[in-house]
């Protein structure tokens, strides 16, 4: 259920296009003089060096503190809900295979964190998936997967995909592709970010649920657009300010950018999950949890 747009995030964050000049193998008298670096590309190298210094430093500050989220029990706790937002089921395990279109504008909805032909995310998923396993039965649908990004278009799909989809869940190789890329797009980032912003564990997953939502773009509706926009009314408490403030006024501007798609767009896993635990003070999301989404209710013990 992301947004419909090309994903300008991934595991790392964006920097300068690196535009480094390599010096040619037969580095020797007898070469040809290199002409001098311009600055133009001194600026690019040095803005690679010093985000990749900064990111050195992040992965420091990181490693002193608690897994939160990425503790092995927490991410499992994370994805049970999800699911039960995404695929209305805690059972995450058994949506692999799961694929429907609906009727959201983003073409069709599939796997285990709604991976979606209009949104990019699932083009990219079977362009990873295939480059390991070329004869896999999803890449003949590849052009059609090209085609189709960005639009709600089954062109190509139709009838086929959806049953090449569900035959290929079955296969272990591409269940274990569909989770890392939802690791490498959305969980990773999610709670790096958070860690660096000073959230606890429930600060990790409003983060994480919110990237799988409304995907990982800039603009004011995407994550990071929603980001920036919550640190313009509250601090982070990596900036001096309040957790609770702080993911108070995210969970606000997230619920508006979810009713801007439409006044019938259900809001409740914000409203009846995250913003309960967070009204509860469950700033570590421990169990027992409750929550409802679209009507449902869920427990984990």
């Excluded at 869940?169 to 989770?179: C, L, M, S, T």
Aim: glycine fraction near 10%; include cysteine.
């Amino acid at each position: 259920m992301k947004r419909v747009g090309l994903l300008l995030f991934a595991a790392v964050p964006v920097v300068a296009a690196a535009g480094v000049y390599v010096l040619s193998p037969a580095d020797s008298p007898e070469a040809p003089a290199k002409p001098p670096a311009s600055s133009a590309q001194l600026s690019r190298e040095e803005a690679k060096d010093r985000a990749e210094q900064e990111r050195a430093e992040d992965d420091k500050v990181i490693a002193g503190l608690p897994p939160g989220l990425a503790d092995p029990a927490k991410k499992e706790l994370a994805q049970r809900i999800v699911s039960s937002a995404e695929t209305s089921t805690l059972d995450w395990r058994s949506t692999y295979g799961y694929i429907e279109d609906l009727g959201d504008g983003q073409g069709y909805t599939a796997g285990i964190v709604g991976f979606c032909t209009g949104t990019h995310d699932l083009l990219a998923l079977v362009e990873r998936y295939t480059e390991e396993h070329p004869g896999n039965g999803l890449a003949r649908y590849l052009p059609a997967l090209r085609a189709v990004d960005g639009t709600d278009s089954h062109e190509g799909l139709d009838p086929g995909f959806p049953a090449a989809w569900r035959a290929e869940a079955e296969v272990p190789a591409f269940r274990e592709a569909q989770e890392e890329e939802r690791d490498r797009v959305y969980f990773e980032p999610a709670v790096r970010l958070a860690k660096l912003d000073g959230l606890g564990t429930l600060g990790q997953f409003v983060y994480y649920d919110a990237l799988v939502f409304h995907g990982p773009d800039t603009d004011p509706d995407g994550f990071y657009g929603l980001r920036e926009r919550a640190m313009k009314r509250a601090g982070t408490p990596a900036r001096g300010g309040d957790e609770k403030a702080y993911l108070d006024a995210f969970l606000d501007v997230r619920r508006a950018a979810m009713k801007a798609r439409g006044p019938n767009t259900d809001t409740t896993r914000v409203d009846t999950a995250q913003r309960r635990w967070l009204d509860q003070g469950n700033l570590e999301l421990r169990t027992p949890l409750e929550w409802a989404v679209y009507g449902e209710a869920y427990r984990v013990p």
